[in-house]
């Protein structure tokens, strides 16, 4: 399996042409390859990732019942605030209620907090009152907005990636209709990971265009080698950088060309060579998943496809069809 690229994007935005392509360049291999790409000089200040992940401790610290006072919409169409352990139970393109239910017999356990853009009239956010945690959504709501920004400038490189005529892929995303994802899985101990009674998030492919993730430093990420299905390779945190990957929409805007690599969170390194009592400690991270426009019709791009040896692989579907059919999965069954 290839080793995930580090890439420097700070030319990506600031530099010349030239510069500009060799970035997208090395984004490009890595898609192709793995589905991943380490990212430093991304441009999200590193001081506010801190202080997110600390605004996520201070909330995930919580009473449950004070959590609960923004809690998630049963079903989901709308994907915002709170989820306790077990509400939600990942799956990968698994859609019959019997299966579901079945896979809901080992819980996922960790709990999330879900919010998006301020403007997203369809899905509005929901959050706990303020004097429950005075400057919370404040705080949110800006990092959100350096999210997008950041995504849009990933966008303006993958057009050139793959030769989009300007003004390229950023304006399919010109509604900001993201998803900011706060991430805490609690500490466990390991036999239960191990002899498969629970899981912390079980192995699946995302949804949307991009991912963007931000760690702390507990280990655990595993992705699936694109070479040898159901065989995981441990992905540890690197400093200073946020790890994206390529989601469903986007594999399937390129035809395949990039992959959407499954992944799944497990035992860190050092528990999983250990021994089976060792608790496993709380992990936080901070996933911003990034899709296009609800009414975007998601097709094989003109240069990712041939009638010569390379047809198109998928049907065209609109980006929100996709995305709320594999949302409602996560919480129905």
């Known amino acids: 399996m290839a080793e995930i690229p580090i890439v420097d994007f700070s030319q990506a935005s600031s530099g010349i042409q030239d510069e500009k392509e060799h ?51 049963p079903g989901g169409a709308h994907h915002r605030g709170y989820s306790a352990p077990g509400l939600e139970k990942v799956s990968q393109h698994e859609y019959d209620a019997n299966e579901l239910n079945k896979l809901r017999e080992i819980p996922d356990f960790k709990e999330s907090f879900e919010s998006g853009n301020v403007n997203d009239s369809a899905q509005p956010n929901i959050w706990p009152p303020e004097n429950v945690l005075s400057g919370f959504r404040g705080f949110m709501e800006r990092y959100f907005a350096a999210c997008a920004e950041f995504v849009h400038r990933i966008l303006d490189t993958l057009s050139i990636a793959l030769a989009v005529p300007s003004p390229g892929l950023s304006p399919t995303h010109s509604e900001s209709l993201f998803q900011l994802r706060l991430l805490h899985y609690p500490a466990i101990d390991a036999a239960e ?35 040898t299905p159901d065989v995981f390779r441990k992905v540890d945190p690197v400093e200073g950088t946020v790890l994206v990957n390529v989601g469903d929409l986007l594999a399937r805007w390129s035809n395949d060309r990039w992959k959407s690599t499954v992944h799944r969170v497990g035992l860190p390194r050092a528990q999983n060579e250990g021994k089976a009592d060792v608790l496993v400690p709380d992990r936080y991270s901070i996933p911003f998943f990034a899709t296009a426009n609800p009414d975007t019709v998601i097709e094989a791009l003109p240069r990712c496809w041939d009638e010569d040896g390379n047809p198109k692989k998928y049907e065209s579907v609109t980006a929100w069809g996709y995305v709320q059919m594999r949302m409602a999965a996560l919480y129905e069954g």
């Open 23 to 73: 970035v997208a360049k090395q984004i490009d291999e890595a898609f192709r390859n793995v589905g991943f790409v380490y990212l430093k000089n991304h441009g999200v200040p590193l001081d506010m990732v801190e202080e997110c992940f600390s605004w996520s401790k201070k909330f995930f610290a919580l009473p449950l019942s004070t959590k609960l006072l923004a809690p998630h919409p």
């Open 193 to 227: 990971l191990k002899q498969g009674r629970r899981s912390r998030i079980n192995a699946h492919s995302d949804f949307g265009t991009l991912t963007l993730l931000f760690q702390d430093g507990i280990a655990g990420l595993e992705i699936e080698d694109p070479h």
